[in-house]
């Protein structure tokens, strides 16, 4: 018997409730004591098209996903037949019994590639092209069928309930299938309807009706479905108080609160919306520790251009200001994120990938605009550009950004992805207090050296610090122009050539500042042997994959160093190369084609990786596929280049 170890994997059609039935055993599995780490998986589509969830359950930390199921819960036919060859022996499928004659060409959900795929795989085993036999090939690879006929239980919970109109409610099939799961698994029911409350919260009295039908479906299970070669049991163990369970879009969020933004702008744009819905759900605020309310506003605009620009505005008038944005937002961003630049505006870019080009893949996920980020927009403006690499180092990364920007004045991309966005995991409680807040050079009154010799307030005051003393706009006294030209020490537009050299010198030279100040934990970090032959570079969410991976290999007796690079603008080029000192492998390993930090490495660093690493196909690297791409190096068998193709 396996005991709290194992990846659970429920699918529908979008709308069908997966991520409500996701989001209540992870949260079960939580109070419960357990670690967890899921990722969520869906097409660009409102309602209809196939959506899965995948959550491991450890009773240790983890921070990435596996490419096996242990248990398949399904309340659909599309998903057996996406999922059905990846049940482990030992492992269960829950279906809808309904469902078992359905053909693969009947699901119209099911794209030509994907269905070719399907029964190419099934004839190979000698079988038709229906969910029986999808099912049938499961089992004999040592799968355990439990099949639920839904509207048949949910008919009689109605009448159970003297409820007739019950029996309408389909939506209630995903906490029936989950319970159902959970039955089988021998899971606490006391957790489990901890769990359901919470997520239903905003509605007791539906947060009830899913009690009682999860305690329906759980008796049923418990009665009639057989619990014989099923080899995966939950068991709930002591909560730890310093554990949380967080979801990837709502930690930058948490972050920006703390750190004080007060205005955050935005246009709709999958991954980066759910950012700022977060805001806006809890724009009235309780100011930590200090007992007092606060609040954030949060405006829609009408595109991207509205947005940033909006959010300069923000800015200059002194508050924090943010903008959350995707890959085609921020394309559109590119000419005000110049004018920011020249007028040395702190202005925040939450920027959160997803694969492109052009509209590319919008719900999935990749790291390609590494270099966008970094050059984005005509001429040469200085910008830092930060990433975080998991959902805990994003809330605490959101206040460092503001920080950067304030105390640097220039903007600030802060890089995340939809896989960091769409998932959800145990980590330690947020600590505000870990990060303090930094304003940097901002005033509220003008002072004597802030002004030029005709006493005027010099925004721009050239000295031998390229940071000066930054007003708010509408301060007493402190006139001040800002251009999208080159301009003079006020702000009044200029194209002396000596003046020019001047003010592109200050603005670049706050680069080398910040290069020098920002603490060496923000510029990289070094994971595992600091002398291992075999060094990784990656950066961003990669770094779950990885650390797990490491954790099997060293368990193995294999040895390898990580570098996760965290400030990419301006880049840490002496620490890198101490870091990657003496190794006699170095493995690039990133979401995206190119190897973009592979890239950043051999112009800065000198040295070009041995090995590539990458994957491109819209899902996140697995535990699985990191781990036998570094074997390979490690025993010497690796290509140059690896492309990974896991996923459905």
Same mark, same amino acid.
């Given at each position: @018997?396996?005991?709290?170890?194992?990846?659970?994997?429920?699918?529908?059609?979008?709308?069908?409730?997966?991520?409500?039935?996701? $989001?209540?055993?992870?949260?079960?599995?939580?109070?419960?004591?357990?670690?967890?780490?899921?990722? =969520?998986? *869906? *097409?660009?589509?409102?309602?209809?098209?196939?959506? *899965?969830?995948?959550?491991?359950?450890?009773?240790?930390?983890?921070?990435?996903?596996?490419?096996?199921?242990?248990?398949?819960?399904?309340?659909?036919?599309?998903?057996?037949?996406?999922?059905?060859?990846?049940?482990?022996?030992?492992?269960?499928?829950? *279906?809808?019994?309904?469902?078992?004659?359905?053909?693969?060409?009947?699901?119209?959900?099911?794209?030509?590639?994907?269905?070719?795929?399907?029964?190419?795989?099934?004839?190979?085993?000698?079988?038709?092209?229906?969910? $029986?036999?999808?099912?049938?090939?499961?089992?004999?690879?040592?799968?355990?069928?439990?099949?639920?006929?839904?509207? !048949?239980?949910?008919?009689?919970?109605?009448? &159970?309930?003297? &409820?007739?109109?019950?029996?309408? +409610?389909?939506?209630?099939?995903?906490?029936?299938? +989950?319970?159902?799961?959970?039955?089988?698994?021998?899971?606490?029911?006391?957790?489990?309807?901890?769990?359901?409350?919470?997520?239903?919260?905003?509605?007791?009295?539906?947060?009830?009706?899913?009690?009682?039908?999860?305690?329906?479906?759980?008796?049923?299970?418990?009665?009639?479905?057989?619990?014989?070669?099923?080899?995966? =049991?939950?068991?709930?163990?002591?909560?730890?108080?310093?554990?949380?369970?967080?979801?990837?879009?709502?930690?930058?969020?948490?972050?920006?609160?703390?750190?004080?933004?007060?205005?955050?702008?935005?246009?709709?744009?999958?991954?980066?919306?759910?950012?700022?819905?977060?805001?806006?759900?809890?724009?009235?605020?309780?100011?930590?520790?200090?007992?007092?309310?606060?609040?954030?506003?949060?405006?829609?605009?009408?595109?991207?251009?509205?947005?940033?620009? @909006?959010?300069?505005?923000?800015?200059?008038?002194?508050?924090?200001?943010?903008?959350?944005?995707?890959?085609?937002?921020?394309? +559109? @961003?590119?000419?005000?994120?110049?004018?920011?630049?020249?007028?040395?505006?702190? %202005?925040?870019?939450?920027?959160?990938?997803?694969?492109?080009?052009?509209?590319?893949?919008?719900?999935?996920?990749?790291?390609?605009?590494?270099?966008?980020?970094?050059?984005?927009?005509?001429?040469?403006?200085?910008?830092?550009?930060?990433?975080?690499?998991?959902?805990?180092?994003?809330?605490?990364?959101?206040? !460092?950004?503001? $920080?950067?920007?304030? !105390?640097?004045?220039?903007?600030?991309?802060?890089?995340?992805?939809?896989?960091?966005?769409?998932?959800?995991?145990?980590?330690?409680?947020?600590?505000?207090?870990?990060?303090?807040?930094?304003?940097?050079?901002?005033?509220?009154?003008?002072?004597?050296?802030?002004?030029?010799?005709?006493?005027?307030?010099?925004?721009?005051?050239?000295?031998?610090?390229?940071?000066?003393?930054?007003?708010?706009?509408?301060?007493?006294?402190?006139?001040?122009?800002?251009?999208?030209?080159?301009?003079?020490?006020?702000?009044?537009?200029?194209?002396?050539?000596?003046?020019? %050299?001047?003010?592109?010198?200050?603005?670049?030279?706050?680069?080398?500042?910040?290069?020098?100040?920002?603490?060496?934990?923000?510029?990289?970090?070094?994971?595992?042997?600091?002398?291992?032959?075999?060094?990784?570079?990656?950066?961003?969410?990669?770094?779950?994959?990885?650390?797990?991976?490491?954790?099997?290999?060293?368990?193995?007796?294999?040895?390898?160093?990580?570098?996760?690079?965290?400030?990419?603008?301006?880049?840490?080029?002496?620490?890198?190369?101490?870091?990657?000192?003496?190794?006699?492998?170095?493995?690039?390993?990133?979401? &995206?084609?190119?190897?973009?930090?592979?890239?950043?490495?051999?112009?800065?660093?000198?040295?070009?990786?041995?090995?590539?690493?990458?994957?491109?196909?819209?899902?996140?690297?697995?535990?699985?596929?990191?781990?036998?791409?570094? @074997?390979?190096?490690?025993?010497?068998?690796?290509? =140059?280049?690896?492309?990974?193709?896991?996923?459905?």
């Amino acid at each position: @018997m396996i005991t709290n170890s194992l990846s659970w994997v429920i699918g529908g059609g979008q709308g069908s409730g997966v991520d409500s039935a996701a $989001n209540i055993f992870s949260r079960a599995c939580a109070v419960g004591g357990l670690h967890v780490f899921g990722k =969520r998986e *869906y *097409y660009s589509n409102i309602k209809g098209e196939h959506s *899965y969830f995948t959550v491991r359950i450890a009773e240790k930390p983890i921070r990435s996903s596996v490419d096996e199921i242990n248990v398949l819960v399904s309340f659909d036919a599309e998903t057996v037949f996406r999922h059905f060859n990846k049940v482990t022996k030992g492992g269960a499928i829950f *279906y809808d019994a309904n469902a078992s004659e359905t053909k693969v060409d009947e699901v119209p959900t099911l794209d030509d590639p994907a269905a070719r795929r399907i029964k190419t795989m099934l004839e190979k085993g000698g079988l038709g092209t229906t969910v $029986n036999d999808a099912l049938e090939f499961a089992k004999k690879n040592g799968a355990v069928l439990y099949s639920m006929p839904y509207f !048949k239980l949910l008919e009689e919970f109605a009448s &159970n309930m003297n &409820n007739p109109s019950l029996s309408k +409610l389909t939506r209630m099939t995903n906490v029936m299938a +989950l319970s159902a799961s959970m039955a089988l698994l021998d899971f606490d029911t006391d957790s489990l309807a901890k769990a359901i409350r919470y997520i239903f919260k905003a509605k007791e009295s539906v947060a009830e009706m899913n009690v009682k039908a999860a305690s329906h479906i759980y008796g049923y299970a418990k009665q009639k479905l057989d619990p014989a070669g099923f080899e995966y =049991r939950l068991k709930i163990r002591p909560a730890d108080s310093n554990m949380m369970i967080v979801l990837g879009n709502q930690s930058s969020a948490m972050g920006k609160m703390v750190a004080g933004c007060r205005f955050q702008t935005y246009y709709p744009i999958t991954p980066a919306s759910d950012d700022s819905e977060y805001l806006e759900s809890h724009e009235i605020l309780d100011i930590y520790d200090s007992g007092k309310k606060g609040s954030t506003v949060v405006m829609q605009t009408e595109d991207e251009i509205a947005a940033i620009t @909006m959010a300069i505005g923000g800015a200059l008038s002194g508050a924090r200001s943010a903008t959350a944005t995707s890959g085609p937002g921020f394309s +559109l @961003m590119a000419e005000a994120l110049g004018w920011a630049g020249i007028n040395e505006v702190p %202005v925040v870019v939450s920027l959160y990938q997803r694969a492109g080009p052009s509209t590319g893949l919008p719900t999935r996920h990749e790291q390609g605009d590494l270099q966008f980020a970094i050059n984005a927009g005509h001429g040469e403006f200085p910008r830092i550009v930060f990433a975080s690499g998991d959902i805990e180092e994003s809330f605490y990364d959101s206040i !460092k950004v503001f $920080n950067f920007a304030d !105390k640097y004045q220039m903007p600030v991309i802060h890089l995340l992805d939809k896989a960091i966005a769409n998932s959800v995991m145990t980590c330690k409680v947020f600590d505000p207090a870990r990060v303090k807040i930094e304003r940097g050079a901002l005033a509220t009154k003008i002072t004597e050296k802030d002004k030029g010799v005709a006493g005027s307030y010099l925004r721009f005051k050239l000295t031998d610090n390229p940071i000066t003393t930054r007003i708010p706009l509408g301060t007493e006294d402190a006139i001040f122009w800002n251009t999208g030209d080159e301009h003079t020490e006020e702000g009044h537009i200029t194209e002396d050539p000596e003046m020019r %050299v001047r003010m592109v010198d200050k603005r670049m030279d706050k680069l080398e500042l910040a290069l020098k100040e920002i603490p060496d934990d923000d510029k990289a970090v070094m994971f595992g042997d600091p002398k291992a032959d075999v060094a990784i570079i990656s950066w961003g969410s990669t770094k779950g994959a990885i650390l797990d991976a490491m954790e099997m290999l060293e368990a193995e007796g294999k040895k390898v160093r990580f570098v996760q690079v965290r400030l990419l603008n301006p880049f840490p080029t002496e620490l890198v190369k101490s870091m990657l000192a003496g190794a006699k492998a170095v493995a690039d390993i990133e979401m &995206n084609y190119l190897g973009q930090l592979g890239a950043l490495v051999s112009q800065h660093v000198g040295r070009a990786p041995d090995y590539k690493v990458v994957k491109y196909n819209g899902r996140p690297m697995s535990l699985e596929e990191v781990y036998n791409a570094v @074997m390979q190096i490690i025993s010497g068998d690796a290509a =140059r280049r690896q492309v990974l193709k896991g996923g459905t």
